[in-house]
T-cell receptor
Framework: EPEVTQTPSHQVTQMGQEVILRCVPI?????FYWYRQILGQKVEFLVS????????KSEIFDDQFSVERPDGSNFTLKIRSTKLEDSAMYFCASSDRARMGYTFGSGTRLTVV | AQSVTQLDSHVSVSEGTPVLLRCNYSSSYSPSLFWYVQHPNKGLQLLLK??????LVKGINGFEAEFKKSETSFHLTKPSAHMSDAAEYFCVVSVWTGANNLFFGTGTRLTVIP
């Protein structure tokens, strides 16, 4: 069964450093998403991406965040200057044209120290 | 506005007994509803989805859920719990308003006692 692949599985970074979280969505999917889950809290929507541009973003997705699809297969989330409160599990997801087949990756646990 | 309420943060059942995980939703539009399961250190796996077809939806691993519009509920059930069912379960709502996002409940942790 097709999978969404996320790397790394765990990233530790110092406050103020830039991090890039990587995702390889399912190849024939058209919609791409990032969600995050702070420990003990809800899974929260960050951003959706379609046709090489952001289609929707939440209040969490401020100027410190950016997304990119650099080469037609990878989908990345960049945090420019990490804060302690950015520590969370970050999930990438992709969906097909009908937006009924959301597939999530296994997540990247980001720890900011 | 859309929201999801999972009524129990933790459910504990004995192996072989029925499972009931409760979910109520609020939506201004006709929703699509999903249940996802998250095993420790794993990603979110889709159990089942409701997309305005049959109100009783069957999913993987013997789980099913019934969409009840009058009660705005989408409870997840399984006749007989297995040890491997122990995990976190998320009820999720999605609406076709042009926004490509899902709204998650806070999750229910299911413990299965041998």
């Amino acid at each position: 069964e097709p999978e969404v692949t996320q790397t790394p599985s765990h990233q530790v970074t110092q406050m103020g450093q830039e991090v890039i979280l990587r995702c390889v969505p399912i190849s024939n999917h058209l919609y791409f998403y990032w969600y995050r889950q702070i420990l003990g809290q809800k899974v929260e929507f960050l951003v959706s991406f379609y046709n090489n541009e952001i289609s929707e973003k939440s209040e969490i997705f401020d100027d410190q965040f950016s997304v990119e699809r650099p080469d037609g297969s990878n989908f990345t989330l960049k945090i420019r200057s990490t804060k302690l409160e950015d520590s969370a599990m970050y999930f990438c997801a992709s969906s097909d044209r009908a937006r009924m087949g959301y597939t999530f990756g296994s997540g990247t646990r980001l720890t900011v120290v | 506005a859309q929201s999801v309420t999972q009524l129990d943060s933790h459910v504990s059942v004995s192996e072989g007994t029925p499972v009931l995980l409760r979910c109520n939703y609020s939506s201004s539009y006709s929703p699509s509803l999903f249940w996802y399961v998250q095993h420790p250190n794993k990603g979110l796996q889709l159990l089942l989805k409701y997309t305005s077809a049959a109100t009783l939806v069957k999913g993987i691993n013997g789980f099913e859920a019934e969409f009840k519009k009058s009660e705005t509920s989408f409870h997840l059930t399984k006749p007989s719990a297995h040890m491997s069912d122990a995990a976190e379960y998320f009820c999720v709502v999605s609406v076709w308003t042009g926004a490509n996002n899902l709204f998650f409940g806070t999750g229910t942790r299911l413990t299965v006692i041998p």
